[in-house]
């Protein structure tokens, strides 16, 4: 089981930035799809993020133009640029494997308020 630990959270105004960094357990990382995930309050998991081992990315449009999804497979870590930040992107943010999901982590939490 690969393990996940997410950071980078916390409270911003709107129209902040912040970046989420992911760092995964796993000696296969360089090989991995990976993806950012988040949970809104009362609300299900979305996948708004992913990004192939070749760096090829794909976003759910309520983040295109505003997150950007990155990897350094040498230190085995995915990151999230999100910029444009509004209270609807309020949520605890994940990462893990898109279509062979390990074990979540504890995520971190993202709070957009004024």
């Known amino acids: 089981q690969v393990q996940f630990v997410e950071s980078g959270g916390g409270l911003v105004q709107p129209g902040g930035s912040l970046r989420l960094s992911c760092a995964a357990s796993?000696?296969?990382?360089?090989?991995?799809?990976m993806a950012w995930y988040r949970q809104a309050p009362g609300k299900q998991r979305e996948l708004v993020a992913a990004?192939?081992?070749?760096?090829?990315?794909n976003y759910v449009d309520s983040v295109q133009g505003r997150f950007t999804i990155s990897r350094d497979n040498a230190k085995n870590t995915v990151y999230l640029q999100m910029n444009s930040l509004s209270p609807e992107d309020t949520a605890l943010y994940y990462c893990?494997?898109?279509?062979?999901?390990?074990?979540w982590g504890q995520g971190t939490l993202v709070t957009v308020s004024s």
């Open positions: 990004i192939t081992p070749r760096h090829g990315t």
């Open positions: 893990n494997i898109p279509g062979r999901e390990s074990t």
């Open positions: 796993s000696t296969i990382f360089s090989t991995l799809n």
